[in-house]
């Protein structure tokens, strides 16, 4: 699989006989959330591979070191704490879970020691922290997408909201009434939310159904998500389209939902499978593994895995600061999207419009917002 890592990653020069260069990586690989830190960290261990095959950083070969913070707040504080005073990394992978990262990122901040994150809540980059970088896309992007292709494209004018009660939840909960008013004026006829620890989804569909809605939109992570879509199916109310984020095409709610849950359902966020170098990636990880890609997030990760390495190489050393410094103005070609890194610690601005086909995330089209735009 070299060649495939040349077309996913980047090259750089021989790697010699050195001490590697270690690069932390926090995800929630116990608990509840463990499906996305599983597949974060494999998507991190695939990027260390392609690039060490590739060359090495300066010369030296990529280490990671790993911490599990059980999506849990007060453990991925202590996981942060221990990347910055015990293993002394110079620059960190962490969580694509925003309620996690809005608690670990002033650990980061006092330290100096810069960070990628894959969370899309609008909170995470108006910390004005300088150490942040999101690998992902602000979920105002998102909702601005999803609303002006649910009025646009299909007509609607009652429009709902169903989202899971957290930081990414709450986040684009409000990003999506913003969208709402700001470019047609109206109101949402329904806003549900959807507990993390969630056990039956009867009521908030049932609510929905209520407000009679020609869309609603679901931002959630794959349990809940699931949950969701396969009580909307099991109560016979699949005459309501669904716009979702990712989470609509994330293999795991699949998995979790049934294909016949989420038939039909469309998505805007980072990826459909049959885009090539997804499919490539697909593959890949697959081959590895024994099991297709359970989310975006090993995607994302392996892509800012890749962003650091190049700003490593940009800065010539493995000072925090300098590292910091290297990644504002980078240019990469990823597997998700080409990506810009903005001082304000923005990177994404490309996402996809898609829709569940026949069991599998298809593509429809790709959103393009301008460098330079304002949250």
């Not at 020069?13 to 959330?33: F, H, M, N, S, Y």
């Not at 047609?184 to 009679?212: N, S």
């Amino acid at each position: 699989m070299a060649s495939l890592a040349v077309v996913l990653c980047l090259t750089i020069g021989a790697v010699a006989q050195q001490e590697p260069i270690k690069i932390g990586v926090v995800q929630a690989l116990t608990g509840p959330l463990s499906l996305n830190g599983i597949d974060g960290l494999r998507g991190a261990e695939m990027a260390v591979r392609s690039i060490n095959r590739a060359g090495g950083v300066l010369g030296r070969p990529l280490e990671l070191v790993v911490e599990d913070n059980k999506g849990e707040v007060a453990a991925a504080i202590a996981a942060a704490e221990r990347m910055v005073y015990v293993h002394k990394v110079p620059v960190v992978i962490e969580t694509n879970f925003s309620f996690l990262i809005n608690a670990v990122h002033e650990v980061y901040w006092q330290a100096g020691v810069p960070f990628v994150c894959a969370g899309t809540s609008p909170v995470l980059t108006q910390h004005g922290n300088p150490y942040l970088f999101r690998i992902r896309h602000n979920d105002k992007l998102t909702a601005q997408a999803a609303v002006k292709y649910a009025v646009e494209n299909m007509g609607a004018k009652r429009l709902a909201i169903v989202h899971v009660i957290d930081d990414f939840g709450h986040g684009a909960r409000d990003a999506l009434i913003n969208a709402m008013r700001s470019l047609y004026g109206i109101e949402p006829v329904a806003v549900v939310g959807l507990p993390l620890d969630i056990k039956d989804a009867t009521g908030p569909v049932m609510e929905i159904a209520a407000a009679k809605p020609d869309v609603v939109f679901v931002w959630a992570h794959a349990a809940q998500g699931a949950l969701f879509f396969r009580t909307r199916y099991e109560l016979g109310y699949t005459n309501i389209p669904v716009i979702g984020s990712v989470v609509v095409a994330a293999p795991a709610t699949l998995e979790l939902a049934g294909r016949e849950a989420l038939e039909g359902c469309m998505f805007v966020g980072d990826f459909a499978l049959d885009a090539p170098k997804v499919s490539l990636f697909n593959n890949w990880y697959y081959e590895l593994y024994g099991e297709t890609i359970l989310s975006e997030v090993g995607m994302a990760v392996y892509d800012a895995v890749c962003l650091v390495a190049k700003a490593i190489e940009k800065a010539g050393t493995t000072d925090p600061q300098a590292i910091r410094d290297a990644l504002i103005g980078i240019e990469m070609e990823g597997v998700l999207r080409t990506y810009y890194v903005r001082s304000d610690g923005e990177t994404a601005f490309e996402l996809t419009i898609g829709q569940i086909k026949n069991g599998k995330s298809s593509f429809i089209s790709i959103v393009r917002f301008p460098r330079d735009i304002k949250f």
